[in-house]
């Protein structure tokens, strides 16, 4: 009888392990890295209600609210004034200056930026029409791509852009269109977060841009979908490539040893990703075959850093929206070197990006950046012709 009550028990013991395990195995294999990290988000923002609508959990009806809050928690009160002593990158007061961006002539008022919330629940008829009708927040497949290119400032594009209250984003890049197209298009709309009417679904993944198979496949999804391609010198691109791999492997060769054939600087190892990438007029050739020029928009990596507003107004103007993320998002932390936010969806007080974006570079030769430069100039001048854009880049 005792042997019997331990047998059943051990029976199901072993039942509900397995039940877990499968569960877990759905779980990791539906939501993959994305779960963690919008978890992670989750937790940063300290709502539980955000997560259960990204999980399915929460009812349509608390997503409507949730989506529409979001909405007003992206547009109130970047009136600069904050304290630093939360933030976990030690911003400090004295590092930090407001950036003056540039302005042009598309420039809006930029009083929207601070509008409160009855402005934007109550004073806003979309948001009133919405409410009335009972519409509900739903998942959609992008409308909006960030393709790239690799170590030019992907995140902080999508971490900027996604400051305004019409673009909501996939917060990890979710790879779809290169790794995993043969989960169906079901499945990358699961991963897309909830918007409701009128809000811009964007996800970035950089490796699109250099993967043959990707510009097919989303003209496949949709033909009208716009692109957004943020670009760098690709002489330091090649480098901060390299100092992200490097970061990960203790015993690398050196960059000027993987950079070029036979020790020497004579010949340019164009099979080394770090410098294929680099090559973007012949990627930006496989977009031209499926996209015109007009869907496409160019972003300088290095004026994102120098000028931040003035590259987020151009997105916006390519978008059609309302220009609401000015230079009063940003200011420039000194210590890090790079313009930071005073707030954004996932975080309440000043923050620059994460520890592995702005990463001190290796020393390297200049005898081999001098060589690298020559032999990517007709490179970026053909890229200069395709795009219209002369990069100047040295
Ligand atoms: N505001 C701000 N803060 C920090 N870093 C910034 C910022 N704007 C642009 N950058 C530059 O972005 C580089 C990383 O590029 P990506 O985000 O495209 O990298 S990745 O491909 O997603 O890994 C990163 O490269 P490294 O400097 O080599 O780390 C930065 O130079």
Request: with cysteine; proline share 4%.
């Amino acid at each position: 009888m005792t042997i019997n009550w331990f047998h059943n028990l051990s029976n199901r013991s072993l039942v509900i392990t397995i039940l877990i395990c499968i569960s877990l195995i759905y779980v990791s294999y539906t939501f993959n890295s994305c779960l963690i990290s919008n978890l992670g988000r989750t937790l940063n923002k300290n709502s539980l209600k955000q997560f259960f609508i990204s999980t399915s959990l929460w009812s349509d009806n608390m997503a409507i609210v949730n989506a529409t809050k979001l909405a007003l928690n992206n547009t109130t009160n970047f009136n600069g004034s904050y304290s630093a002593s939360n933030d976990n990158n030690n911003i400090s007061n004295k590092d930090s200056v407001h950036l003056h961006g540039h302005h042009n002539k598309n420039q809006r008022n930029s009083s929207s930026t601070s509008a409160s919330a009855p402005h934007i629940l109550d004073g806003s008829p979309k948001y009133r029409l919405l409410r009335q009708q009972g519409s509900r927040p739903s998942r959609h497949l992008p409308d909006t791509l960030i393709i790239g290119v690799k170590k030019s400032g992907t995140r902080a594009l999508l971490e900027f852009i996604r400051l305004h209250p019409d673009v909501r984003a996939a917060g990890c890049e979710v790879h779809f269109f290169d790794r995993h197209y043969q989960k169906g298009l079901h499945w990358y709309r699961h991963h897309m977060p909830y918007t409701i009417e009128g809000q811009i679904t964007m996800e970035k993944t950089p490796s699109y841009f250099v993967t043959k198979e990707v510009p097919q496949r989303v003209h496949h999804m949709n033909a009208n979908t716009k692109l957004l391609v943020v670009v760098r010198d690709p002489v330091t691109r090649a480098i901060s490539d390299y100092t992200q791999a490097a970061s990960k492997k203790a015993d690398m060769k050196r960059f000027e040893d993987l950079a070029f054939v036979n020790g020497s600087y004579a010949v340019v190892d164009t099979n080394w990703g770090p410098v294929k990438i680099g090559i973007y007029s012949r990627y930006l050739e496989k977009w031209l075959h499926y996209f015109q020029l007009s869907q496409l928009l160019f972003i300088s990596g290095e004026r994102l850093i120098m000028d931040p507003a003035y590259e987020i107004g151009r997105v916006q103007d390519f978008l059609g929206l309302k220009r609401v993320v000015t230079e009063k998002h940003f200011y420039f932390n000194a210590t890090k070197g790079f313009p930071c936010l005073f707030k954004s969806e996932a975080r309440s007080t000043p923050h620059c990006l994460g520890k592995t974006k702005g990463r001190n570079h290796p020393h390297i030769e200049a005898a081999a950046i001098e060589r690298l430069r020559d032999f990517y100039r007709p490179f970026n001048n053909r890229f200069y012709e395709m795009t219209g854009i002369n990069f100047a880049w040295p």
